[in-house]
């Protein structure tokens, strides 16, 4: 809360928009499926609560991996076994710390095996290392508290 005057206003603290990429197993129209299912009442792009933005990336026709540098795809392709050409692109806004809400839904994408990346580490997340709370360099999945906590920003 800041105090202005004689007057305290409560200023909400606003985060950057944040990034994750889920890789799930399976083809893309299972994917689709499922975000349809589960996100009904729209459609490319899907939102969960208007704070989560969920869309279908591609490398043919959109804008995926245009700013991932090598070593990255290298790590990425290991854990996936082949250069994935789409994935699932989830922003989260910066109004809400967003941590339960990407856990969920990252949760759901991932049921049948894939990986997902986050914006703290270049470390390909399972859902069983996100589930056990894993720590991989200092960092949990979507720790951006950590991250920042440790200079890392």
């Given at each position: 809360m800041k105090i202005y005057g004689l007057y305290s206003v409560a200023?909400?603290?606003?985060?950057?928009?944040?990034?994750?990429?889920?890789?799930p197993a399976g083809e893309r129209d299972q994917t689709i499926a499922s975000l349809d299912r589960h996100l009904s009442h729209q459609r490319e792009p899907w939102t969960l609560d208007g704070n989560l933005y969920i869309d279908i990336d591609d490398e043919e026709t959109g804008?995926?991996?245009?700013?991932?540098?090598?070593?990255d795809m290298a790590i990425l392709e290991a854990a996936v076994g082949h250069h994935p050409g789409w994935a699932v692109q989830i922003d989260i806004s910066g109004r809400i710390d967003g941590t339960a809400e990407v856990h969920?839904?990252?949760?759901?994408?991932?049921?049948?095996?894939g990986v997902v990346m986050d914006d703290y580490t270049a470390h390909p997340w399972t859902l069983p290392e996100i589930l056990s709370g894993a720590v991989i360099d200092g960092l949990r999945f979507f720790d951006f508290r950590g991250y920042h906590k440790h200079g890392r920003s």
């Open positions: 200023v909400p603290t606003l985060r950057p928009m944040r990034t994750v990429f889920v890789f804008c995926l991996f245009s700013d991932w540098d090598s070593e969920h839904l990252v949760a759901m994408l991932l049921e049948h095996g």
